[in-house]
């Protein structure tokens, strides 16, 4: 019997679940391990008990709910995404992922289907780097790309640890416990989506990802020299933020000329020291995000902002120190999951075209230990992490089903 999905019902949990929130309706914030948060994992560990699956946390707060098959010692079929959403977000960033893994668990049970493999949705703690300023943090450290000291050496903006924030929401135990071994999964398959506009422009209802960009941020500190601004002498200057700004146009036009559609970087912060009109910046720390499915194109990039770097230093003698937050490799995602998706497509005749994501999430650091692919559902005018942000309930039941279609298929498999 073909898995048939609620679609009234997935639409009806999505919004009860966007209206857990620190800001009213249409704004969605659910900061990791604030009230509002802890609301949210309570609500969805309702929905998942409700449906009969085993439930348990590791000790940061990921969330593994479990259908168990009949070989329960294999390796299961996993699904997941984040309920955490920044300040001012949108109502389907994540959640589709999750409530409508839960509904594609649900139709199956539904139809009559019995897993061989045992089939686990998994609620990661915030993808989202709002509050310790590192984006996924839990699948980082699932794929033990974070550490045990990472639980004091993370701060939120109040100065308070990892650890602290951590145990007062529930969540103790050794970080180091919280890794997965290579093997927990056979397959694993994140539906999201798309934050982007060409589905919508293409006007089909799904894209089967087939590569995950990942991006590698910088920070720079520029120290110049200060002065009144009607004072000092054009030629006599050491300004702060015009070489700031000469480093963010070196940015962009070294990803435009590497001359890939997939290269991208960002200048997102620039704080200026002392932000007065009238006075010259003698300080200025700047971010930037480059980002691309190829990580020598994308390092090429970083080393064109270095070189720019040093010779802005010396052509407008200011003092630049830069620091890596973070250098993440991309993701191939695995050609049988995306053979699998495809076939589930077709299966139920709904189009799809193969695509990157441009955006990382969750399942780039799941792709470390498991074979992994995302499938993608259009939302509107392509916006996303805005109160505005939109996917149809025809587009979301669409991507559940073919996600239920493709768990069910892996899990079969011997």
Request: aromatic share 6%.
């Amino acid at each position: 019997m073909t898995p048939t999905i609620d679609s009234e019902r997935l639409s009806r949990e999505l919004a009860q679940l966007a209206a857990i929130s620190e800001m009213p309706l249409p704004a969605v914030t659910r900061v990791v391990f604030s009230p509002a948060d802890l609301r949210a994992r309570e609500y969805v560990r309702g929905l998942c008990e409700q449906a009969g699956l085993i439930i348990h946390a590791d000790a940061v707060g990921n969330t593994f709910v479990r259908w168990t098959g009949d070989a329960p010692e294999l390796p299961a079929v996993g699904t997941g995404s984040h309920i955490d959403a920044i300040p001012n977000a949108g109502s389907y960033d994540g959640t589709v992922g999750v409530l409508g893994g839960l509904e594609a668990i649900r139709a199956l049970q539904a139809s009559g289907f019995r897993p061989h493999r045992s089939i686990e949705l998994l609620i990661f703690t915030a993808e989202e780097p709002t509050r310790f300023g590192i984006g996924c943090l839990g699948s980082r450290f699932l794929a033990g790309l974070l550490d045990e000291a990472a639980g004091e050496r993370l701060r939120d903006g109040d100065g308070r640890t990892l650890n602290q924030v951590r145990e007062a929401a529930g969540f103790t135990g050794p970080l180091e416990s919280t890794r997965l071994p290579a093997g927990y999964y056979s397959a694993f398959v994140e539906l999201h989506i798309e934050q982007g506009p060409l589905l919508e422009r293409a006007e089909l209802p799904l894209g089967i990802v087939t590569a995950i960009a990942a991006p590698a941020a910088l920070r720079l500190r520029i120290e110049g020299e200060g002065g009144h601004a009607g004072a000092v002498l054009m030629p006599d200057r050491r300004d702060a933020f015009l070489a700031a700004a000469e480093i963010a146009l070196a940015a962009e036009n070294a990803a435009l000329t590497i001359g890939a559609i997939d290269t991208v970087a960002t200048c997102g912060i620039c704080n200026v020291f002392p932000g007065a009109i009238n006075s010259i910046p003698s300080r200025v720390e700047m971010t930037l995000d480059v980002r691309d499915i190829d990580e020598r194109r994308r390092d090429a990039v970083l080393d064109a902002i270095n070189v720019a770097s040093g010779a802005v230093a010396s052509r407008r003698g200011v003092y630049i120190a830069g620091e890596v937050i973070s250098k993440d490799a991309p993701a191939i995602c695995d050609r049988l999951i995306v053979e699998t998706l495809e076939a589930a497509c077709e299966a139920r005749s709904l189009q799809y075209q193969e695509m990157v994501s441009r955006a990382y999430h969750d399942s780039l650091f799941v792709s470390r230990f498991a074979p992994t692919a995302m499938l993608f559902i259009p939302c509107r005018g392509g916006v996303s992490h805005r109160p505005d942000e939109y996917a149809s309930p025809e587009a979301i039941a669409a991507g559940a089903a073919v996600l239920a279609d493709t768990l069910a298929r892996l899990s079969l498999l011997s």
